[in-house]
């Protein structure tokens, strides 16, 4: 019998297939449509604290009070985390499904505050979707990671759930952030967030959105360094965001290293039912490949068991023939 169950952040998953954060985790009746179609847990939409202060600052033009923008603050922040603490409570009770909240704050006081408030509504667990634009000269790399740290060390000595970090790809040295975050209590991390990109319309010289949805390619960006993380820190769960679009990118995925794999640019393109093809050929892989279990298979091919020097090599010296 195939058993498709794993574990990611200490939290039971029928499957190691997550809806990631994202329009499609907001709802309750989203999120119940999801576990209809066999999906094994959701990471819910984003709080943005930088949402709300916008809001507070398009409010705040109709007064002339500079004391009611705290008030103004404060009252939409209270009332985004109420429909966030019902969103949890809602889904939590129609699929019984692992439910992970997800925050992104700006001031380090704000980071406790929900962290704190989303872990006594009920959530299982918390993804921090951190991340800073570096936009200076002057702010060096040692400085940025220290902010990570700091955030992350802080919020898991204020709550009592198990907390994953939202990684970027831009970092200089993943596999150093990935023990960090670790050492100050992390339990899992997600490789890569996806960040809004501008494009350029050169008719009208102005910046526009690029596109925001993943393609199948950019897998290849996560499964290096999962296999390579998933051995030299084997205590952290690793979930693989971006790319992953079919059966066989969450099968890649999983044989790097990952405990789970979260979707949504595939479902965004080709509806609900792509989840339950995934999960139907991730058990059809493991019938014909004689696995039983996911750990069966989960990092057979990360550094520590396959050492392969495509793993380390980053230049394109056997690519191309020499007369090219």
């Given amino acids: ?49 930088e949402q709300i202060a916008g809001e507070t600052a398009m409010l705040s033009r109709y007064h002339d009070h500079p004391d009611a923008d705290d008030y103004l603050h404060a009252y939409i922040g209270s009332d985004y985390m109420r429909g966030f603490i019902e969103l949890i409570s809602e889904s939590k009770k129609r699929t019984g499904l ?24 009920g959530a299982d667990a918390l993804e921090l979707n951190i991340f800073f634009l570096p936009s200076g000269a002057g702010q060096t790399s040692s400085e940025i990671e220290a902010r990570y740290f700091d955030i992350v060390g802080t919020v898991v000595k204020s709550i009592g759930i198990p907390v994953s970090v939202k990684l970027s790809m831009r970092f200089t040295n993943i596999i150093h952030i990935a023990q960090e975050i670790y050492n100050r209590g992390a339990k899992g991390a997600v490789l890569y967030n996806r960040f809004f990109e501008p494009d350029i319309d050169i008719e009208n010289m102005e910046y526009v959105p690029a596109d925001g949805l993943s393609a199948r390619s950019e897998l290849y960006k996560s499964l290096r360094y999962i296999a390579i993380a998933s051995a030299a820190v084997p205590g952290l769960d690793l979930s693989a965001s971006t790319g992953v679009h079919t059966g066989e990118d969450a099968i890649k995925a999983i044989l790097a290293g990952a405990r789970s794999v979260q979707l949504c640019s595939t479902i965004m393109i080709h509806g609900m039912k792509v989840i339950g093809e995934i999960n139907g050929f991730i058990e059809n892989w493991m019938q014909r490949n004689s696995f039983s279990r996911i750990d069966d298979f989960r990092g057979l091919m990360n550094r520590k068991v396959r050492v392969d020097p495509l793993l380390d090599r980053v230049q394109y010296m056997k690519m191309f023939p020499p007369e090219m």
Avoid: Q
Wanted: with cysteine; net charge negative.
């Fill in 98 to 121: 692992p439910i992970i909240a997800s925050i992104n704050c700006a001031e380090k006081g704000k980071w406790i505050e929900y962290a704190r408030k989303i872990a006594d509504a």
């Fill in 1 to 49: 019998m195939t058993d498709l169950s794993a574990e990611y952040l200490g939290l039971k998953l029928r499957t190691p297939v997550i809806a990631s954060s994202s329009p499609l985790t907001a709802t309750p009746d989203k999120i119940a449509e999801l576990a209809d179609h066999g999906i094994g847990g959701v990471v819910l939409k984003s709080i943005f604290e």
